[in-house]
T-cell receptor, first 110, second 114 residues
Framework: QKEVEQNSGPLSVPEGAIASLNCTYSDRVSQSFFWYRQYSGKSPELIMSIYSNGDKEDGRFTAQLNKASQYVSLLIRDSQPSDSATYLCAVRGGGFKTIFGAGTRLFVKA | DVKVTQSSRYLVKRTGEKVFLECVQDMDHENMFWYRQDPGLGLRLIYFSYDVKMKEKGDIPEGYSVSREKKERFSLILESASTNQTSMYLC?????????????FGPGTRLTVL
């Protein structure tokens, strides 16, 4: 079992719809959770970080964390074609290592 | 803004060559990381460093070594490049100060070993 699992996609949504990206992790002592966006040929950039159970909203993005279920998700409201990218879920446990998922490719159709 | 720079965007080397990839960050971050990224495999940690002259193996250290002589600079060395080391190499830095441990990435170096 991979330590951080994501559906590789591609996930295709129409412009204006809600895109829902999901991630599960195996290490129960994980403390920090991140969503990065990576455009083709570019390096990852941070969208959201979340540290406690519940929802965290930032503009059109909402991160949701459920530690009991070892599940973290990212919702993108009013999806735009510019949101088309690969989204990486990342999880940090008690040490220095952050484990990245393989990423979900999102396509937003105009 | 945090800035992480890498010495080259594209690099072509021959099998057996010694390859140096350099990474510099300007935010006084104590933690620095080297990853490689391959299609379908995501980001895999090669080495990381949490202080000057300190280094720790990541998940795939074989065939690589690192050097961190100064806080802002973290170098990845391929002692004898092989074709299976053709990949995108990403450097990142982070700090545990201020309660956030976000990693900031450099632009990446696409290495091709012929």
């Amino acid at each position: 079992q991979k330590e951080v699992e994501q559906n590789s996609g591609p996930l295709s949504v129409p412009e204006g719809a809600i895109a829902s990206l999901n991630c599960t992790y195996s290490d129960r002592v994980s403390q920090s959770f991140f969503w990065y966006r990576q455009y083709s040929g570019k390096s990852p950039e941070l969208i959201m970080s979340i540290y406690s159970n519940g929802d965290k909203e930032d503009g059109r993005f909402t991160a949701q964390l459920n530690k009991a279920s070892q599940y973290v998700s990212l919702l993108i409201r009013d999806s735009q074609p510019s949101d088309s990218a690969t989204y990486l879920c990342a999880v940090r446990g008690g040490g220095f290592k952050t484990i990245f998922g393989a990423g979900t490719r999102l396509f937003v159709k105009a | 803004d945090v800035k992480v720079t890498q010495s080259s965007r594209y690099l072509v080397k021959r099998t057996g060559e010694k390859v140096f990839l350099e990474c510099v960050q300007d935010m006084d971050h104590e933690n620095m990381f080297w990853y490689r990224q391959d299609p379908g495999l995501g980001l895999r940690l090669i080495y990381f460093s949490y202080d000057v002259k300190m280094k720790e193996k990541g998940d795939i250290p074989e065939g690589y070594s690192v050097s961190r002589e100064k806080k802002e600079r973290f170098s990845l060395i391929l002692e004898s490049a092989s074709t299976n080391q053709t990949s995108m190499y990403l450097c990142a830095s982070s700090s545990d100060r201020g309660g956030t441990d976000t990693q900031y990435f450099g632009p990446g170096t696409r290495l091709t070993v012929l």
